[in-house]
């Protein structure tokens, strides 16, 4: 066989085997592990893989070594080895501006530059700057005070190297893109990556709302300094913007869009929070969306009791630091995990609420005293997140046709319906509004949406077995 056909089989095999893998792990965690990684060779009975950084190696590595090789092993029985190498990825080079102010620190061994050693001119646009000053940040929320569970272990861990990041390190992932619904500790994530990027000398990590971001960018185009603004945004090393979901606006967002691109290109870390996605940030275009998504994309799940109860514990702790005389007992704390599930936001209401009345009253927290303080905490579970892959997924198996053609053009019977069910359960269970709801049905317009949505409507009210099924479906997709 010639080289070229060879080659040609390999990357076959190659894109066989990312399928495989893909459906085996599932697409969030694939698209988080296993986007970036490339094949660099095939041996006789090992295979040369690489990936972009050394953590992504080492997570890859200790989660899922056996997984890939048996990916391969289905493809080439004879693999018994897998070779994960880092690629060589250096940051960029600096900015002409900065890379002549590297000279004057060549003589301190190579050793990182100290933070006197910041360019004049960045410094003075940024000291010059208000809306560069960042949000405020709440001492309390540090990587110290964050407790891990299951549902945040990969969103801590990424957090934590970036935070620990170095500059002149090789990049990690970016951007590092945080989604989770309100309360699961997604401010305290970014805030802790703020802290502790700070607190090292050489290092400049701005964390700024979406809301601070726009008025920044507002305030400085009226006060004609947009120039300054954008300069000062791109001296900083580490930007971290909460709740992008909130960043509105066409010009803000083109601004948005180019600092990203400017940063990221430049080799300085962006990360990201927001309540959804990067798809279904509906008002962003698709550029930014894909490159929102181009970086690790993690989610938070809800909290678990036991990482609920972790967090009670943690609270009380901090809350006796000031209050030596504030006792929660166990019991009480066992039965705040157990019923307050709603957020972390409601168990930090709880312990104030405890504490404030103990102190006020003089008494000690008892579990009666609790069940009364806290009784309106205590919501009805949260129905869950669903999602639009979810929900075509379970369509596709449901009818028995793939997802694929769900999203295609094909106008056969045994498609359109499912494809009109999902997109009505889309409308129904989701948020999503009905341009979106085209956009990810193959980019069907809005007015295709509807026309799906009503018929369905008017169907389930007479078709009592279609009734049926779309209630089996709902109740699949909601437990
Ligand atoms: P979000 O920004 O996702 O809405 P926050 O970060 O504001 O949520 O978290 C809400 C509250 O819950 C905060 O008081 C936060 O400290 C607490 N919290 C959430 N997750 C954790 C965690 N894993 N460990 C400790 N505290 C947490
Ligand atoms: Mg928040």
Request: some cysteine.
């Amino acid at each position: 066989m010639s080289n070229i056909a060879q080659e040609h089989d390999t990357q076959e095999q190659w894109t066989r085997v990312k399928g495989r893998l893909r459906s085996s792990v599932g697409e969030d965690v694939y698209s988080s592990w296993f986007a970036r990684m490339d094949l660099e060779g095939v041996q006789q009975q090992s295979v040369h893989l690489s990936v972009p950084t050394k953590f992504l190696r080492s997570w890859i590595q200790a989660h899922y070594a056996d997984r890939v090789l048996s990916c391969w092993q289905a493809e080439i029985p004879g693999i018994n080895r897998i070779d994960l190498t880092v690629r060589s990825a250096v940051r960029c080079a600096p900015p002409a501006r900065e890379a002549a102010a590297t000279d004057t620190r060549r003589g301190d061994n190579g050793a990182r530059p100290a933070a006197e050693a910041r360019t004049p001119a960045a410094a003075t646009t940024a000291a010059g700057h208000d809306a560069l000053g960042g949000s405020p940040l709440d001492p309390r929320l540090t990587f110290a005070n964050f407790v891990v569970g299951r549902s945040n272990t990969l969103a801590q861990a990424a957090a934590r190297q970036v935070a620990e990041g170095r500059r002149g390190d090789p990049v990690m992932f970016n951007p590092l893109y945080i989604h989770a619904g309100v309360g699961l500790g997604k401010t305290h994530l970014l805030q802790a990556i703020a802290w502790t990027g700070n607190a090292s000398p050489d290092r400049k990590v701005l964390y700024l709302t979406a809301e601070k971001f726009m008025y920044g960018f507002v305030a400085a185009l009226k006060t004609q300094t947009a120039l300054a603004f954008k300069e000062a945004l791109r001296g900083i090393d580490v930007l971290v913007i909460d709740d992008l979901q909130f960043l509105q606006g066409k010009s803000t967002q083109a601004e948005f869009c180019h600092t990203l691109n400017a940063l990221i290109d430049a080799g300085r870390q962006v990360v990201i929070a927001a309540d959804r996605p990067p798809a279904d940030l509906e008002s962003l275009d698709d550029r930014v969306r894909s490159r929102l998504a181009g970086g690790l994309v993690v989610e938070m799940g809800s909290l678990g009791e036991e990482l609920r109860l972790g967090i009670l514990r943690s609270r009380v702790a901090a809350a006796r630091v000031h209050h030596a005389s504030f006792d929660v007992p166990d019991q009480v704390l066992e039965y705040l995990a157990r019923t307050i599930t709603h957020n972390g936001r409601d168990l930090e209401g709880a312990v104030n609420r405890l504490l404030a009345h103990s102190k006020l009253n003089a008494q000690p927290v008892t579990l009666e005293m609790a069940e009364r303080e806290v009784r309106d905490l205590i919501r009805p579970q949260e129905p869950k997140r669903i999602k639009i892959e979810d929900i075509q997924r379970v369509v596709a198996r449901q009818y028995n046709v793939s997802r694929a053609d769900l999203l295609s053009s094909r106008r056969t019977a045994n498609v359109v319906r499912p494809r009109q069910v999902a997109m009505y359960l889309a409308k129904t269970l989701t948020l999503r509004s009905l341009p979106e709801i085209g956009r990810r049905f193959g980019g069907r317009d809005h007015t295709t949406v509807l026309h799906a949505v009503r018929k369905i409507e008017a169907l389930v009210s007479k078709d009592t077995a279609l009734c049926d099924e779309v209630e089996l479906l709902k109740r699949q997709l909601q437990e």
